[in-house]
């Protein structure tokens, strides 16, 4: 079914954090249409909501590519911001480094990642100081 | 789950023009104008009246029951909501109201904030009691319950699994009215003032239970003339309102939440196009920590019903007005109220936003669709009587349109064939 996927990029701009959440809104309406189980389509919105606010917020923008299979949502999330130094303190649940004009929107609470992860089946994340990050996440829909 | 018949929304083709201003307004893009005249596509209209709000024609109109439905039936309840009160000036108590209604042939008056303030009750146990999804979605405006339905299946299992005020207060005058007057139930009608043509429906196609009590339901702005003068007739009054602020309080936007007192963490919208981003908010998961939502597919609440005769927000002054000396509540759930306000039929997701019945049609659709998009021009005119391109590219892979309606893709070819033929300028 490979050649039956359809692919999907989303460009997340890096100044606007108005527009943080218009991709997973695009893909939600996407997969609503394909008639995506609405576990999975929960799952997929919430993961990569959160993942676009990390662009947004942490690495001046960055892009995201989405592959619908037969059976699964694979989204990858690259960027080529600042970096993570140590990924394993920036995956847990309330660390933070987001500025306090970004916590007075509400944002920055230290879950983000954490609930990429949690929201999604496969999850892998790479990264290095200066170069960027990359964010793998997939979700079952079969 | 529904048919053609049960939607009260219809449409009078002698007075569409055929243009595009319904298509545009529709939160379901249930509409489609075809050979000049527009369509509705009965499985995905949920019968919010956005689309007689905007007709500049008259086009579309709400269907419901004239006055001399009354005859039909031996014993007459009207109940009229609390909204009904604030279409008057100069009200003071709802009396004046309740009693015009009796002068206008009525038998009885039972008020549907008597039942709302039972559902507020039943609402406040089952946010004890219940493990539902949090946020809990209100069920009290059906066309936001059918919004649900067709567009956000992911939030089927937060919606309040109670019936609508309207529906308790029938069965309650029902059953109150064949003890009184021994009457068989079938002489015995119960007449809604409706607001607005979501009601309507609501009682052909009942949401959350097999059958309706309300028997018919007279629009607010027909009943409004005749009312007027009945009232004027009315000379000693009678204490016969039997509710509290809790109950008149439904008839606006964000009376439902307030009514519910024990909690203060809920939402309330109203608005269809604030109603779907809040929808689409919770689906995201957005608003965790909020007990309740309440939402109202028209602006202001059900003042702002379509079938209303006064602005919606004029009306809200009065409500203030007409609440300010009222106890709390005047209405307390009994277990047998409790028990009929429960749901008794399945409210399942009509998934007609899809694009075919088979996963394999639907990815081959959406490639389609995609190559099709590809080639329209982006301009979402409405000209070919579909509101977007996007819905454009949908109607076409399911056979619903063809690429040739497109009036933009049109034009440039004859313009190509024209500069072809050298006669350009």
Same mark, same amino acid.
Request: proline fraction near 5%; charge should be negative.
């Given at each position: 079914?490979?050649?039956?996927?359809?692919?999907?990029?989303?460009?997340?701009?890096?100044?606007?954090?108005?527009?943080?959440?218009?991709?997973?809104?695009? !893909?939600?309406?996407? @997969?609503?249409?394909?008639?995506?189980?609405?576990?999975?389509?929960?799952?997929?919105?919430?993961?990569?909501?959160?993942? /676009?606010?990390?662009?947004?917020?942490?690495?001046?923008?960055?892009?995201?590519?989405?592959?619908?299979?037969?059976?699964?949502?694979?989204?990858?999330?690259?960027?080529?911001?600042?970096?993570?130094?140590?990924?394993?303190?920036? @995956?847990?649940?309330?660390?933070?480094?987001?500025?306090?004009?970004?916590?007075?929107?509400?944002?920055?609470?230290?879950?983000?990642?954490?609930?990429? &992860?949690?929201?999604?089946? %496969?999850?892998?994340?790479?990264?290095?100081?200066?170069?960027?990050?990359?964010?793998?996440?997939?979700?079952?829909?079969? | 789950?529904? /048919?053609?018949?049960?939607?009260?929304?219809?449409?009078?083709?002698?007075?569409?023009?055929?243009?595009?201003?319904?298509? &545009?307004?529709?939160?379901?893009?249930?509409?489609?104008?075809?050979?000049?005249?527009?369509?509705?596509?009965?499985?995905?209209?949920?019968?919010?009246?956005?689309?007689?709000?905007?007709?500049?024609?008259?086009?579309?109109?709400?269907?419901?029951?004239?006055?001399?439905?009354?005859?039909?039936?031996?014993?007459?309840?009207?109940?009229?909501?609390?909204?009904?009160?604030?279409?008057?000036?100069?009200?003071?108590?709802?009396?004046?109201?309740?009693?015009? *209604?009796?002068?206008?042939?009525?038998?009885?008056?039972?008020?549907?904030?008597?039942?709302?303030?039972?559902?507020? %009750?039943?609402?406040?146990?089952? !946010?004890?009691?219940?493990? *539902?999804?949090?946020?809990?979605?209100?069920?009290?405006?059906?066309?936001?319950?059918?919004?649900?339905?067709?567009?956000?299946?992911?939030?089927?299992?937060?919606?309040?699994?109670?019936?609508?005020?309207?529906?308790?207060?029938?069965?309650?005058?029902?059953?109150?009215?064949?003890?009184?007057?021994?009457?068989?139930? /079938?002489?015995?009608?119960?007449?809604?003032?409706?607001?607005?043509?979501?009601?309507?429906?609501?009682?052909?196609?009942?949401?959350?239970? &097999?059958?309706?009590?309300?028997?018919?339901?007279?629009?607010?702005?027909?009943?409004?003339?005749?009312?007027?003068?009945?009232?004027? #007739?009315?000379?000693?009054?009678?204490?016969?309102?039997?509710?509290?602020?809790?109950?008149?309080?439904?008839? %606006?936007?964000?009376?439902?939440?307030?009514?519910?007192?024990?909690?203060?963490?809920?939402?309330?919208?109203?608005?269809?196009?604030?109603?779907?981003?809040?929808?689409?908010?919770?689906?995201?998961?957005?608003?965790?920590?909020?007990?309740?939502?309440?939402?109202?597919?028209?602006?202001?609440?059900?003042?702002?019903?379509?079938?209303?005769?006064?602005?919606?927000?004029?009306?809200?002054?009065? @409500? #203030?007005?007409?609440?300010?000396?009222?106890?709390?509540?005047?209405?307390?759930?009994?277990?047998?109220?409790?028990?009929?306000?429960?749901?008794?039929?399945?409210?399942?997701?009509?998934?007609?936003? %899809?694009?075919?019945?088979?996963?394999?049609?639907?990815?081959?659709?959406?490639?389609?669709?995609?190559?099709?998009?590809?080639?329209?021009?982006?301009?979402?005119?409405?000209?070919?009587?579909?509101?977007?391109?996007?819905?454009?590219?949908?109607?076409?892979?399911?056979?619903?349109?063809?690429?040739?309606?497109?009036?933009?893709?049109?034009?440039?070819?004859?313009?190509?064939?024209?500069?072809? *033929?050298?006669?350009?300028?």
């Amino acid at each position: 079914m490979a050649d039956d996927s359809i692919r999907l990029h989303y460009t997340v701009p890096g100044d606007d954090f108005t527009r943080a959440g218009e991709a997973s809104a695009d !893909l939600k309406s996407r @997969m609503k249409k394909l008639g995506l189980p609405p576990g999975a389509i929960r799952k997929v919105s919430i993961a990569l909501y959160e993942g /676009e606010i990390n662009l947004a917020i942490h690495a001046h923008g960055g892009d995201i590519d989405v592959e619908i299979t037969d059976d699964e949502v694979r989204m990858v999330l690259s960027d080529q911001g600042p970096g993570i130094a140590d990924i394993s303190l920036a @995956m847990s649940e309330g660390w933070s480094t987001a500025p306090d004009e970004v916590r007075s929107l509400g944002f920055g609470a230290g879950m983000g990642l954490p609930n990429m &992860k949690k929201y999604s089946d %496969e999850f892998d994340i790479q990264s290095a100081v200066g170069v960027g990050t990359t964010v793998t996440m997939a979700v079952k829909t079969a | 789950m529904q /048919e053609p018949s049960v939607h009260s929304v219809t449409l009078n083709r002698e007075l569409c023009k055929g243009c595009i201003n319904c298509i &545009k307004r529709c939160p379901t893009e249930a509409i489609r104008v075809r050979d000049g005249k527009a369509i509705i596509i009965s499985e995905r209209c949920v019968d919010c009246g956005e689309c007689i709000r905007i007709c500049p024609h008259h086009a579309k109109r709400a269907v419901s029951d004239p006055m001399d439905v009354l005859n039909n039936y031996k014993y007459k309840i009207a109940l009229p909501p609390p909204s009904l009160y604030v279409q008057f000036n100069n009200l003071d108590e709802p009396d004046v109201v309740l009693a015009g *209604l009796l002068r206008l042939g009525f038998d009885s008056v039972f008020e549907v904030s008597r039942a709302a303030e039972l559902v507020s %009750e039943a609402t406040r146990r089952f !946010l004890q009691t219940s493990d *539902l999804l949090r946020p809990v979605i209100s069920s009290a405006c059906p066309a936001v319950t059918r919004l649900i339905c067709v567009r956000f299946p992911q939030l089927m299992d937060h919606i309040l699994p109670l019936i609508a005020p309207i529906e308790l207060a029938a069965r309650l005058a029902k059953d109150e009215a064949v003890k009184k007057t021994g009457l068989p139930r /079938e002489d015995i009608g119960c007449i809604f003032l409706t607001p607005c043509p979501a009601k309507v429906s609501a009682i052909r196609a009942p949401i959350g239970s &097999k059958q309706s009590e309300v028997d018919a339901a007279v629009a607010v702005k027909d009943v409004y003339p005749l009312l007027l003068s009945a009232m004027k #007739k009315v000379g000693q009054v009678e204490y016969l309102a039997q509710s509290g602020r809790i109950g008149l309080g439904w008839g %606006e936007s964000g009376g439902e939440a307030a009514g519910l007192m024990t909690t203060e963490s809920y939402l309330a919208a109203d608005g269809v196009e604030n109603v779907i981003r809040v929808l689409s908010d919770l689906e995201d998961e957005k608003y965790h920590d909020l007990d309740f939502v309440e939402l109202n597919a028209c602006s202001g609440g059900c003042v702002g019903g379509v079938l209303q005769v006064e602005n919606p927000y004029i009306a809200k002054a009065k @409500m #203030k007005h007409l609440r300010r000396t009222m106890p709390v509540s005047r209405n307390h759930l009994t277990d047998d109220a409790a028990a009929l306000v429960e749901w008794d039929d399945e409210v399942v997701y009509n998934p007609v936003m %899809e694009l075919g019945e088979t996963r394999a049609e639907r990815f081959a659709r959406y490639a389609k669709m995609e190559e099709i998009l590809e080639t329209l021009p982006g301009l979402d005119c409405g000209s070919c009587g579909a509101p977007t391109c996007q819905s454009m590219a949908e109607d076409v892979v399911r056979g619903f349109s063809s690429v040739n309606d497109c009036t933009v893709l049109m034009r440039r070819r004859m313009e190509a064939v024209l500069r072809a *033929l050298g006669k350009d300028e």
